[in-house]
T-cell receptor, first 113, second 115 residues
Framework: AQSVAQPEDQVNVAEGNPLTVKCTYS??????LFWYVQYPNRGLQFLLK??????LVKGSYGFEAEFNKSQTSFHLKKPSALVSDSALYFC???????????FGSGTKLNVKP | NAGVTQTPKFRVLKTGQSMTLLCAQD?????MYWYRQDPGMGLRLIHY???????AKGEVPDGYNVSRLKKQNFLLGLESAAPSQTSVYFC??????????????FGPGTRLTVL
């Protein structure tokens, strides 16, 4: 079965500090992994995805994610957080059936000035 | 280019009433999806479509029906609304790629309350 886990409901970080939002996955076959961000009262916006190749994936707004096959993880990172990064972040995996995505429960990121 | 739009943005229903949510995309995408978002549960797939005239069940299809009569539109219907269907509904669309490695584009959501 395909699934994604985001172990932290909320992450708090001070502006200017590095941030990490955690994601682990379970999937049959090669994983296709995604991060999306949701601002209040808005739909989800694509940040980045891992298909194959380099384990470090760079995406929008200075975010990057590190794929670790042995730990089945795909953590979202940013070297220096901004207050405007405060939002809800979702990790997703595309399942064996290419037609379906499986989303984590979301992590609320709070960046304080 | 409006992307993915959803109608209506808000709706309040009484138990047993019916309604249809409309999703439209102008990106010529093959695939379209309906999700519901509930606190602490992320997004759960209700139904999806891989092309005009085709639909398939997702994780939580019970109580919902869908239709894809035109490529650009994907309708979600509730025949007899229940309080458990109170949620925020998101539509998404994506290109068809043989590798299946496409990105989804989301609409702004419909907030539905069933009393």
């Amino acid at each position: 079965a395909q699934s994604v886990a985001q172990p932290e409901d909320q992450v708090n970080v001070a502006e200017g500090n590095p941030l990490t939002v955690k994601c682990t996955y379970s999937v049959s076959g090669n994983p296709y992994l995604f991060w999306y961000v949701q601002y209040p009262n808005r739909g989800l916006q694509f940040l980045l995805k891992y298909i194959t190749g380099d384990n470090l994936v760079k995406g929008s707004y200075g975010f990057e994610a590190e794929f670790n096959k042995s730990q089945t993880s795909f953590h979202l990172k940013k070297p220096s957080a901004l207050v405007s990064d405060s939002a809800l972040y979702f990790c997703a995996v595309r399942g064996y059936n290419f037609n379906k995505f499986y989303f984590g429960s979301g992590t609320k990121l709070n960046v304080k000035p | 280019n409006a992307g993915v739009t959803q109608t209506p943005k808000f709706r309040v229903l009484k138990t047993g009433q019916s309604m249809t949510l409309l999703c439209a995309q102008d990106m010529n995408h093959e695939y379209m999806y309906w999700y519901r978002q509930d606190p602490g549960m992320g997004l759960r797939l209700i139904h999806y479509s891989v092309g005009e005239g085709t639909t398939a069940k997702g994780e939580v299809p019970d109580g919902y029906n869908v239709s894809r009569l035109k490529k650009q539109n994907f309708l979600l219907g509730l025949e007899s609304a229940a309080p458990s269907q109170t949620s925020v509904y998101f539509c998404a669309s994506s290109y068809r790629q043989t590798s299946g490695l496409d990105t989804q584009y989301f609409g702004p959501g419909t907030r539905l309350t069933v009393l």
